[in-house]
């Protein structure tokens, strides 16, 4: 398939799943919203500066898993991520529930449903190699091939490769697999090491 047709599909796709997906998920979500602010003091959703698309900056809404004052750095980086969660934190992050909010990124053409996870502003070696690699052409997404094959645990050289072997292997078939194979680690909890 082209890429300008693909493009379109692909953002067709995100538009349609995404506002179903809200629709599905808007009491489960008010819920959620409820259980983050009578757990902990401060804002429910935690919105943290991104790197989109040709390394623009963007804000990417998640429900607050960490207490007030947490560095605004990427988990494996705290020496004791443990001791940041809030009281339901650790059960948001393990079931991926704190990601529900991207949705608003995916409905305003931040991100996509696929794509390589959105890096942190300040996670400059993983900028870097996406740069060099050509992978900062494609829109970050909820989900990629390097989520489900490592997520967490992957280490930055290796999230970047399996970032080009998406973007050369992209196609609408490969993101519906990744999505099926997503909801399948999400529900084995595999891969989330925080």
């Given amino acids: ?20 997906a809200l629709v599905l998920l808007l009491l489960p979500g008010f819920l959620l919203c409820a259980l983050v602010a009578l757990t902990s003091k401060g804002p429910v959703f935690y919105w943290s500066d991104r790197v989109g698309q040709h390394n623009r ?3 990417m809404p998640k429900f607050r898993t960490m207490k007030m004052g947490t560095p605004a750095v990427a988990t494996h980086l705290l020496s004791n991520p443990q001791a940041h969660l809030t009281p339901i934190g650790g059960f948001l992050r393990r ?39 050509g992978v900062q052409g494609l829109l970050p997404g909820l989900t990629g091939w390097a989520q489900i094959n ?10 970047v490769r399996l970032d080009v072997e998406y973007l050369h292997r992209q196609s609408f078939f490969f993101d519906l697999n990744i999505l099926w194979l997503t909801a399948l680690k999400v529900v084995r909890r595999e891969g989330v090491s925080h």
């Fill in 150 to 159: 490592g997520r967490d645990e992957l280490p930055v050289p290796d999230k």
């Fill in 95 to 133: 079931s991926s529930l704190d990601e529900l909010p991207q949705l608003w990124s995916i409905l305003m053409g931040d991100m996509s449903l696929v794509g390589p996870r959105p890096a942190l502003f300040n996670q400059e070696d993983l900028i870097e190699l996406r740069t060099q690699a």
């Fill in 1 to 20: 398939m082209q890429a300008p047709r693909l493009a379109l599909l692909k953002r067709l796709f995100d538009l349609c799943a995404g506002l179903c």
């Fill in 57 to 59: 900056i963007f804000r």
